[in-house]
């Protein structure tokens, strides 16, 4: 049996916007899709609890699963050109959307379907309904799904790599999208992504994921100044940014992620950590908190390194 | 310095919105350029025109027999000629293509109805569902037909005397015996359409089983699931011609093609146009329709866009 997922506990509060970052296969996807309960076979949930208030997605029967997929949590996906049916009318599927809930009548999916195509800027949201999608662009693709991902007003978003197939200036557009919607509907949002850049824009919490368990966890601000992980703070120095005074060289993660099947003992990260202690190699350090609101999993921490650049750079 | 000049919301746009292609408009823009499939649907149109005119008029009724001395070749009275009994020969044609497309279409649809459930749900769930259905799909193949067919019609009509021998009864044990490449055509569709991230993206957003299946896999399979029941419309027209010739399809004196054949079989080598009317009516029908298929085979199919 392989952990896809390990041990991953997080809140999030109304309103929120959370990012998760990893590199491939660190298991944010999986993350994500237990809490609707759509792990791809073979795959389940062997243990643990999903709380949405006080009901426990875990324990729901499939009827109430259902209803919970799209009207309490929706989903936006990454690749917007295969997500829409090519078939049917964008409009349509807007309606469709609301059609599966009990929260609208037929009548109101209808009447809603011009003021949320409006709502998340397609133009000539009149005319444009009646297209389907290959009539539309990449950028208004990933709108019209977002349009159907709020139609039923969700309390959690959760955006999978939303903007990863669409280019740079479609991108900032998007991103700006979902944080207007989060905060018109009060709407909590997961943010999916291995871009660091967005979740510097748009998130006030970052759990950051190895191995697929959380190596490091909070505020957007904390981390991106003073990430306590070697791994967030090796990821943060492998992408070069404009608001720092140029280092010598951007610092590559040396090695590939693990395989699932068969993970290194102790720290997860260990082989590839460039700040290991003999004690990594054999122990795996408990998510402990390093400062307020800031949870790392080390027995190192960064702020212990003296001079990480020049340790990192050999 | 040149100001630029403020964008007036009030000018229309001198734009025209490209012309909507749906996947028919599509196809049937394809299909004008095949010029087989086009003979094709002309005589398909032909024949449906004739079948229609039939019901309300044909030059004799055709079972009236002795309109005119048995066996007499065309002529203008008889464009057709008589038969061994009499009848006219043109007025059977045209009642006999009533009955052609009554089977073709019916078995087709019969068919359809059978099939698509079937393919649907064994393809969507998967697992036992699918076993279960795929084995019976199996079995299905390996049962010779007509022999079943055969055995169906007696039993049915002569044995038990459940339904009259006719058109619903042929229709009947066709599309018992036949209903497989619809159910496994539309199996393979539905197997590889579930993954597809639309239907993800829709399961996520709560879609019951029943709509995906509905809205989102059968309308992405459509284009398959056409050419294969246009297919098994000339399946199902040489079957009952198959059956009436040897005597267990249409009673006498229903004016089906291989009935007609098989009364026209005996005179063969003194008055050959009782058999060759029938024949070749039943020839061009079989070809029309196979070429409409072909064309909407590739019309449908994307990799074959030229």
Partial sequence: MVNAVDGVS??????????????????????????????????RITNGRILYGDKDIAQMTDEEIREFRGNEI????????????????????????MAAHQRFTRQQAKERVVPLVSRVRIPAAK???????????????????????????????????????LDVTVQAS?????????????????????NMALIASL???????????????????????????????SLLRSIPRMDERSHDKL???????????????????????RFRIDRCLTEEPPLAEVDPGQLARCWVLM?????????AQK | MAQPAPLAPEVELAYEMPEQVTLLSDAWRRIRRNRLALVGLVIVTVLFIVALISIVWTPYPTWLQAVGPTYEPPSLKHLLGLDQAGRDIFSRIMGGALITIEVGVGSAIIVSLIGIPLGLMAGFYRG???????????????????LVALILVFVLSDALHLIPRGVVVIIIAFSLTRWMDVARLVRGQALSLREREFVEAARMSGARDFSLLLRHIFPNALGPIIVQSTFAIPAAVLFEAFLSFLGLGLPSPTPSWGAMAADGYHGMDFAPHIVLAPTIALSLTLMAFNWVGDGLRDAFDPRMRR
């Fill in chain 1, 10 to 43: 997080f809140d999030i509060d109304r309103g929120e916007i959370v990012g998760i970052v990893g590199e491939s296969g660190s298991g944010k996807t999986m993350t994500a899709l237990s809490l609707l309960r759509l792990i791809p076979e073979p795959g």
């Fill in chain 1, 74 to 97: 929706a989903m936006i996906f990454q690749d917007p050109m295969t997500s829409l049916n090519p078939v049917l009318k964008v409009g349509f599927q807007i309606e469709e959307a």
């Fill in chain 1, 127 to 165: 005319d444009r309904v009646r297209d389907f999608p290959h009539q539309f662009s990449g950028g208004m693709r990933q709108r019209a799904m977002i349009a159907m991902g709020v139609s039923n007003e969700p309390s959690l978003l959760i955006a999978d790599e939303p903007t990863t197939a």
């Fill in chain 1, 174 to 194: 998007i991103i700006e999208l979902i944080r207007d919607l989060s905060r018109e509907m009060r709407a909590s949002v997961i943010l999916i992504t291995h």
């Fill in chain 1, 203 to 233: 998130c006030q919490r970052v759990i950051v994921m190895y191995a697929g368990r959380i190596v490091e966890e909070g505020p957007t601000r904390a981390i991106f100044k003073n990430p306590q992980h070697p791994y967030t703070w």
């Fill in chain 1, 251 to 273: 610092i590559s993660i040396r090695g590939l992620p693990p395989d699932l099947g068969q993970l290194p003992p102790g720290c997860k990260f260990h082989p590839r950590c």
């Fill in chain 1, 303 to 311: 702020k212990n390194i003296k001079d990480p650049e020049s340790i």
């Fill in chain 2, 128 to 146: 036992a569902v699918d076993t279960v259905i795929s084995f019976f799909i199996n079995i299905w193949y390996g049962i010779p037909d007509l």
